[in-house]
Nanobody, 121 residues
Framework: VQLQASGGGLVQPGGSLRVSCAASGGTLSGLSVAWFRQAPGKEREIVAAINWSGGSTYYADSVKGRFTASRDNAKNTVYLQMNRLKPEDTAVYYC???????????????WGQGTLVTVSS
């Protein structure tokens, strides 16, 4: 399966943005999807994860209550809705998928190319 992340851009602090992760060459049904991000000079970190049905989710403490992961298996797409964005949310956001629900990037075999989110006034 190949993943394509999109929807990044420049947004002001306090604003909202939705990034998408679309799959091709395979189906996301039955697979977990996670969002990671990497800011310049920092290590990659987990942002959110959602299991195959959407019934289980995980959020990093730094985004809990502001970000929401969802999925539309019919469209083979997973979303990350980001609200009340802060400058420290600035990073390249990556989606990844695999059959197990995990928050460790080392356990994901399939990755999208990343989409840049910049939060700045």
């Amino acid at each position: 399966v190949q993943l394509q992340a999109s929807g990044g851009g420049l947004v002001q602090p306090g604003g909202s943005l939705r990034v998408s992760c679309a799959a091709s060459g395979g189906t996301l049904s039955g697979l977990s999807v996670a969002w990671f991000r990497q800011a310049p000079g920092k290590e990659r970190e987990i942002v959110a994860a959602i299991n195959w049905s959407g019934g289980s989710t995980y959020y990093a403490d730094s985004v809990k209550g502001r970000f929401t992961a969802s999925r539309d298996n019919a469209k083979n797409t997973v979303y990350l809705q980001m609200n009340r964005l802060k400058p420290e949310d600035t990073a390249v956001y990556y989606c990844a998928t695999d059959q197990f629900f995990s928050i460790k990037w080392e356990e994901y075999d399939y990755w999208g190319q990343g989409t840049l989110v910049t939060v700045s006034s």
